[in-house]
């Protein structure tokens, strides 16, 4: 007799989202197949976590030789694996200093703290954070309090004080709400949860200036953008606005728990006792983070996923001219979102899976995808070709 997984998962688990109605047992590429052996196409990735797809062999490699040769110690001793991946990240990025952690929410929270930090001993205590309407920072009670989603923080009142919300791409709204008590602007470069939302070229670089004018931090959430997704190693590149603070997870490890920030010199305010992880950096997941990152620079993979953002542009184009309810469509190298004039994302992405794609609707009327940027362009083409597919069930 099969094992009934979603009856089980029913019955053991808070419900604290919605899952898709499938089974994953296996991953290879960009593939996945179910506990019935059906192949999909994985065009959500983890979300945007599989940056060089499922079970590569540069992450099997990295996790099967430091699993047998030590997998874990406290961060009150040196290890080799996290001291290395941190010359690779400060070799390739504006920052000096680096902190490991486990999750995106988790670099976000570390690097609000070292911000807030920065504020008391620099900034006559100043601390309010300056963040956008639609985004998303994880789902800590700090985290979701500075995200723009009232729907994630309200039932958890009262909420840490010292955030405020703006309109993203909006830096009047910025100005506005900046006083003797801001702190720093945080955001992401791309709005990745609340919808693909990508901003005006120079909306950052102006937040850059405003922030200096202003003497405070600019804060990016690169757990998403970060390691290649939008064609650059870093988003911060595409604009030209160097944050002083930068957060990262995701792509960093193409599926294994690890998280980053890392800062600039100059607000690098942490002393001994002032942070700490058990597990964040341990040697295992900075070896194959290591592995990852190495991966995505010396392979040039952010050159590729430009060349491929452009070539899913115009095949969202395509799907834009040829169905009217496709009212936008919007993103920068492998992270997109097709808006439709009504609230039909999930049974789209419902259709598609039960064609053999995974994507994702990301909002009532959008369906995102993030495949993974090792994606090829027939992999990206039999994905459209579903998309093609399904979407005349839906024109009215
Ligand atoms: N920040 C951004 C921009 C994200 O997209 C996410 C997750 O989707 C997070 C933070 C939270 O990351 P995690 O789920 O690893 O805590």
Redesign the pocket.
Known sequence: MTTDWRALEARYFFHTGKRMPVVLVRGQGTRVWDENGKAYLDFFGG??ALSLGHCHPVVVQALVDQAQKLIHVSNAVYSIPQIQLAHLLIQNSAFDRVFFCN????A?EGAIKLARKWGKEKKNGAYEIISAENS????TLAMVTAGGTERYRAPYAPLPPGFVHVPFNDVDAIKRATNDRTLAVFL?PIQ??GGVNVPDDDYLRQVRAWCDERDILLIL?E??TGFGRTGKLFAYELYGAEPDII?L??GIGSGVPL?AFMAKEHCAVFEPGDHGTTYGGNPLMTRVGHAVVSYIIENNIPDRVADLGEYVQRRFASLEDRFDFVVDVRGKGLIWAVQFDRDIGEAVTLRCLEEGLIANNVRPNALRITPPLTVTEEELDEGFAILERVLPEFAS
């Open positions: 979300p945007a999750s995106g929410a988790e976000n998303f920072h994880g789902r992401e990745g949860e959430d757990v998403q957060t997870a995701k998280g």
